[in-house]
Nanobody, 124 residues
Framework: QVQLVESGGGLVQAGGSLRLSCVASGRTFSRSAMGWFRQAPGKERDFVATIAWSDDRTDYADSVKGRFTISRDNAKNTVYLQMNTLKPEDTAVYYC?????????????????WGQGTQVTVSS
């Protein structure tokens, strides 16, 4: 079992930055691919970023490339999402997810565990 708790969301002006954190409990975190997804009001949940457990390979949605950075600290059982140059269209609930022993993936179906989400609101 893996339990995930996100934090770091909030209200920020366009052009600003936020860093989201996701703390995981459970022994398999260091062997889990981790992903960040987001869901805007009235829209489906979309992929944002993912990171491998084995070699820190990463992948990003085109909409966030060059602005967001995913990273992880296995010693702290934590994955981060650094978000820079935020835009109003980044407003959403952000979720982290874990796929024990899996590869980094943009597919939500691969992830077995999900956090409750943290709200990010970007004002124009």
């Amino acid at each position: 079992q893996v339990q995930l708790v996100e934090s770091g969301g909030g209200l920020v002006q366009a052009g600003g930055s936020l860093r989201l954190s996701c703390v995981a409990s459970g022994r398999t975190f260091s062997r889990s691919a981790m992903g960040w997804f987001r869901q805007a009001p009235g829209k489906e949940r979309d992929f944002v970023a993912t990171i491998a457990w084995s070699d820190d390979r990463t992948d990003y949605a085109d909409s966030v490339k060059g602005r967001f950075t995913i990273s992880r600290d296995n010693a702290k059982n934590t994955v981060y999402l650094q978000m820079n140059t935020l835009k109003p269209e980044d407003t959403a609930v952000y979720y982290c997810a874990a796929d024990p022993w899996g590869p980094p993936s943009s597919s939500q179906n691969r992830y077995d565990y999900w956090g409750q989400g943290t709200q990010v609101t970007v004002s124009s």
